[in-house]
């Protein structure tokens, strides 16, 4: 058996590891940490779950000294969760280095991020926007950073994070050490990689380990109005630990609104809710205060819980890497897991795409099957049992937007570029990660695409669309005027500024 003394940890390490149970490295710690530690570049693939952030912690921790002035170590995580949760095990990592540890997200306080930056620090994990932040008011200083680590760098460029990324990469000293991580490696991350690194060793855990062999995958066909009938077949079965993911902010609301009323205890997280209120609801999912999370891709991104029993897909997730990061929420540190995906007769053709880059086979079941399957684990149910609280009277979330309203998004992709409708629209759901159901009519002009959102998700989409890559050109989003509507009443649907194509 390697022991991480065998990979080149150092002593104080080696008691911090001990004393967070880590027997033995995972297969990532034991590629990765040899590589990193001997000063070469290093581009990780490894998905949350595989054990990445104690690779590249032991890393950065074993190559610097602790009681610097200035960070010696930044990290950068596409979101708050994430670089709270990394921020946390490398404070745990160092208790006996003494590396001082201060994460910088969004949605906290300034005062204490700026109190502990003038305390001194060795480490600091944030998110590309409050670091730009901190950077412009002076109050962070990077210039003796000798450790660079890029987290998640495939959500990075799907966020729109990437210039963020590079400036702060041109902020840090160019002689230093980088370590850059992703679920999935394409040809942009490889750019990006390019970049900001120098002659980096690529260090992948096999494509077999992407989707864990300990998650178990079905999907059941479903109408689009059958969603929750077959989630109550889910959930009756044992009453599993659950994450339920949903394309858009809209629908977890709703679902969330429902189940509360059906006085299921629930708890739903997304990207508009305050930090402090999603922290709550993740420590009461943690806590088993509740057994049933509905969340968003971005709000559920990096979620480190280890008894989740079962991920349910509501709404079928476009692509495939998506559909990866869902269901390994699952199945986790040694533990069984299941995943569902729900499909409606239009996505079903979406399965043997997750099919294929998992190299598993989801198996189709049917509401009746789900009856007799095992799904909750009974010795962890004994530990959490579930509890109902009686069905409130009001819906505890109101939602903001009135259905029917739409809000449009223009792209400058011009008609010479020959796009069609459904181009369009594989490109928008892709970006932005939401289904085709958050998106109305698309149009067009000589100059420009317009398509018409949910306003929900409009100020999301925006920041997605902006730079991402249309056939290899950089498009740029804005909001569009919208017409006011002819007569009252007539219909929910603003007019568009331009003759509808479909
Ligand atoms: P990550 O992929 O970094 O999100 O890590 C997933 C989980 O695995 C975290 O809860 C870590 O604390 C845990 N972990 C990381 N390395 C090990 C290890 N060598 N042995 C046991 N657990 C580990």
Redesign the pocket.
Same mark, same amino acid.
């Given at each position: 058996m390697t022991t991480?003394k065998d990979l080149g940890a150092g002593k104080k390490l080696c008691t911090s590891?001990a004393a967070? &149970?880590?027997?033995?490295? !995972?297969p =990532? #710690?034991e590629n990765a940490i040899p590589v990193g530690l001997s000063g070469r570049d290093l581009l990780g693939q @490894?998905? !949350?779950? !595989? &054990?990445?952030?104690? @690779?590249f912690s032991v890393v950065a921790l074993g190559r610097t000294k602790a009681g610097s002035k200035t960070p010696t170590t930044m990290v950068l995580s596409p979101t708050r969760e994430l670089a709270d #949760? =990394?921020s946390k095990?490398m404070k745990?990592l160092s208790k006996a280095t003494r590396h001082v540890v201060v994460p910088l997200y969004g949605g906290t306080s300034y005062a204490e991020q700026l109190k502990a930056l003038s305390a001194g620090c060795d480490v600091v994990v944030g998110t590309p926007g409050r670091v730009m932040d901190l950077m412009g008011r002076g109050a962070l200083d990077l210039s003796s950073v000798k450790e660079l680590v890029v987290d998640e760098a495939d959500r990075m460029l799907d966020m729109g994070f990437v210039e963020d990324v590079f400036s702060i990469a041109r902020a840090v000293p160019e002689k230093r050490h980088t370590m850059m991580f992703s679920a999935t490696i394409s040809d942009e991350v490889r750019k990006v990689a390019a970049a900001i690194m120098k002659d980096p060793e690529t260090v992948s855990v096999s494509q077999d380990g992407i989707a864990a062999d300990s998650v178990r995958q079905y999907y059941v066909e479903v109408k689009r109005n059958g969603k929750m009938d077959v989630l109550r077949d889910i959930l009756a079965n044992g009453e599993p630990k659950t994450i339920v993911f949903c394309s858009t902010k809209k629908m977890v609301d709703d679902l969330y609104e429902g189940m509360s009323r059906e006085g299921t205890r629930v708890g739903a997280i997304h990207g508009d809710m305050p930090q402090s209120r999603r922290e709550k609801t993740i420590r009461g999912f943690r806590a088993n205060k509740m057994s049933i999370l509905i969340a968003t891709d971005v709000a559920a991104r &990096?979620l /480190?819980i /280890?008894d989740v029993e079962c991920v349910v897909n509501y709404d079928a997730p476009l692509d495939p890497e998506t559909y990866v990061h869902r269901i390994g929420r699952t199945g986790? @540190?040694g533990r069984k897991g299941i995943a569902f995906t729900m499909v409606t007769p239009r996505e079903d053709l979406r399965i043997p795409s997750y099919q294929e880059f998992t190299g598993e086979e989801i198996e189709r079941v049917t509401r009746k099957m789900i009856a007799g399957m095992e799904i909750a684990n009974p010795e962890l149910k004994a530990l959490h049992p579930v509890k109902r609280e009686k069905p409130k009277p009001k819906a505890p979330e109101p939602r903001k937007a009135r259905r029917g309203e739409c809000a449009v998004i223009s792209l400058d992709i011009p008609r010479s570029m020959g796009a069609t409708r459904t181009d369009v629209s594989d490109f928008v759901t892709s970006v932005v990660h939401v289904g085709r159901d958050s998106l109305g009519r698309i149009g067009m002009s000589e100059a420009a695409v317009f398509v018409e959102i949910d306003p929900e998700i409009e100020k999301d989409a925006l920041k997605a669309l902006n730079g991402a890559s249309f056939r290899g050109r950089k498009v740029r989003a804005s909001p569009a005027p919208v017409k006011p509507r002819r007569k009252e009443g007539e219909s929910r649907v603003p007019a568009l500024p331009f003759k509808s194509i479909k």
């Open positions: 991480f590891i967070m &149970g880590w027997n033995e490295p !995972t =990532i #710690q @490894a998905r !949350t779950g !595989t &054990g990445k952030t104690g @690779a #949760q =990394i095990e745990e &990096g /480190d /280890d986790r @540190a």
